[in-house]
C-alpha cells in the first residue's frame, strides 16, 4: 500500500520549494537553543512535521500539547526513533484541550520563551451547529490568546488563506486570531509575533486528498467537489514557512507563499483522477449514487461529483487583500508577507458572538462588522452533500 507522502511526490511536488536556507537554519539554531517551547496542536498534520524537524535543535524543554490522545502517543513513538535520550527527557507530552487550559499559568510556570500555536478547527462543517461554532471561535480566535507577556520572546500562531475575503465563519474566526495577535503585539513591542497563510496541505487529517487516498484503498465509493480548484502544498512545505515565519525579518508578519513557486491551483477531480491512475483505475463519474452497498468497485472506479455550493467553500483560493500592501522578501524570493491587521475591538466582537443563540444571527452580526464577510446566499450543507 503506498504512503501519502508517496502521492505528494507524484502529484503536488518532489521537493520543497520553501527550503530553509542555510542562513535561516544557522539563525534558528541559535533562536531555539537553551529555551522553553511550547507547541499547542503539535499532533496535528502541521504541527506533527514541525515537531519533528525542531528535533534537530538544541532546546532546553519542549511542551507538546494536544486533545488528540493517540496522535500524541504516535508522535512520541516517532519522537523516541528521532532524537537521542538526552534530548527526549526534554520533552514533556500534555493532553488536554486548549479551551480549558490556562494559557497564562502554563507560560509562567514552565517560563515559556517560545510559544508556537498549530491549533484550530478547520473545517466548514463546524459551522453547521451552533455548540461546534462557538467551540470553533473559542479555539481559533480566544483561548490560545494570552494576556501577560510572562518569559516570551516569541509568538506564533497559525492562520489560513480562509482570512482573506472569508466566505466562512471559519475565515472570520482566523481573521479574529490575526487581529489578537496584533493586539497583542502593540502590547508587548519587545516579543517577536508572526502567523503564516498558506495553501491546503496536501494528505493532511481531514482533506479530501487523504480522504480520497483511504477510500480507494477500502475500494469504497467516494465524492468530490466538482468544480472546485486548490494550491496545494506538501507537509515538509508547510512547516517550512512556519520555520520561516520565525525568523527576525518577519516580526509583526503574516508570511504567504509567493504564489510564483505554487506552480497552479490544481482542479481536485483532476488530482483524484491521477491517484486512480496510479493505483490502475479509470474513473467512472455519478452525478447521484441511489444504493451505495450495490455498487461494484472494478477498473471503473465510481466517483460522486457533488455541487460546489457548500457551507462557505470558496471556488478559488486568494493569499491576500486588495486593502493589505504585500512586501516581497529581498532574500527569499519564495515568500511575500503582509503586515499583521489592524486591531478592532475583537473581545467585543467576540463577547457578543457567545451571547447569540442563532448561528444567522452571528452572521448577521458579522457582516456588519466585517465589511470582507461575504457569505454565500444559498448553501448546501458539506455533512449532507458528502
Do not use: W
Not at 44 to 68: A, E, H, P, Q, V
Not at 278 to 297: A, M, Q, T
Not at 302 to 326: C, D, R
Amino acid at each position: 500500500m503506498k504512503n501519502y507522502q508517496f502521492y505528494e511526490n507524484q502529484i503536488i511536488s518532489k521537493k520543497d520549494r520553501f527550503k530553509l536556507s542555510h542562513t535561516d537554519e544557522k539563525e534558528l539554531k541559535k533562536d531555539f537553543y537553551n529555551e522553553n517551547i511550547l507547541i499547542l496542536g503539535a499532533s496535528g498534520s502541521i504541527g506533527n512535521f514541525f515537531t519533528k524537524r525542531l528535533m534537530k535543535f538544541n532546546f532546553k524543554n519542549l511542551y507538546l500539547i494536544d486533545k488528540n490522545e493517540n496522535d500524541l502517543t504516535e508522535l512520541n513513538r516517532e519522537l523516541v526513533l528521532l532524537a537521542d535520550k538526552k534530548k527526549l527527557n526534554k520533552i514533556k507530552y500534555i493532553c488536554t484541550d486548549l479551551t480549558i487550559l490556562n494559557i497564562d499559568n502554563f507560560l509562567k510556570k514552565n517560563k515559556i520563551t517560545h510559544y508556537l500555536n498549530f491549533a484550530a478547527i478547520k473545517h466548514v462543517r463546524s459551522e453547521e451547529e451552533l455548540i461546534s461554532l462557538k467551540y470553533m471561535f473559542l479555539t481559533n480566535s480566544k483561548s490560545f490568546l494570552p494576556s501577560k507577556k510572562n518569559y516570551l520572546k516569541k509568538f506564533f500562531s497559525i492562520s489560513t488563506d480562509k482570512t482573506v475575503n472569508p466566505t466562512s465563519l471559519l475565515g472570520i474566526s482566523k481573521t479574529i486570531m490575526e487581529k489578537q495577535l496584533s493586539k497583542f503585539k502593540n502590547k508587548n513591542k519587545k516579543i517577536f509575533v508572526s502567523s503564516v497563510r498558506f495553501a491546503n496541505v496536501s494528505f493532511s487529517n481531514g482533506s479530501i486528498l487523504k480522504y480520497a487516498v483511504d477510500r480507494i484503498n477500502e475500494k469504497k465509493v467516494l465524492g468530490i467537489p466538482q468544480t472546485i480548484r486548490r494550491y496545494f502544498i506538501t507537509h515538509d512545505e508547510a512547516s517550512s514557512l512556519c520555520f520561516k515565519s520565525l525568523l527576525k525579518r518577519n516580526d509583526k508578519m503574516v508570511l504567504i507563499p509567493n504564489s510564483n513557486f505554487l506552480n497552479k491551483e490544481h482542479l481536485i477531480k483532476n488530482l483524484i483522477v491521477k491517484i486512480l491512475k496510479i493505483n490502475g483505475y479509470v474513473p467512472k463519474f455519478l452525478s447521484k449514487i441511489k444504493n451505495n452497498k450495490n455498487i461494484k468497485v472494478n477498473k471503473n472506479y465510481p466517483i460522486l461529483l457533488t455541487k460546489p455550493n457548500t457551507h462557505g467553500q470558496k471556488y478559488y483560493e486568494e493569499f491576500y487583500a486588495n486593502s493589505e500592501k504585500l512586501y516581497l522578501d529581498e532574500k527569499d524570493k519564495t515568500i511575500a508577507k503582509v503586515n499583521l491587521p489592524n486591531v478592532t475591538n475583537v473581545d467585543k466582537i467576540l463577547d457578543t458572538i457567545f451571547k447569540f443563540n442563532k448561528i444567522d444571527d452571528i452572521k448577521k452580526f458579522l457582516i456588519k462588522n466585517f465589511k470582507s464577510y461575504k457569505p454565500p446566499k444559498n448553501v448546501i450543507k458539506v455533512s449532507q452533500n458528502l
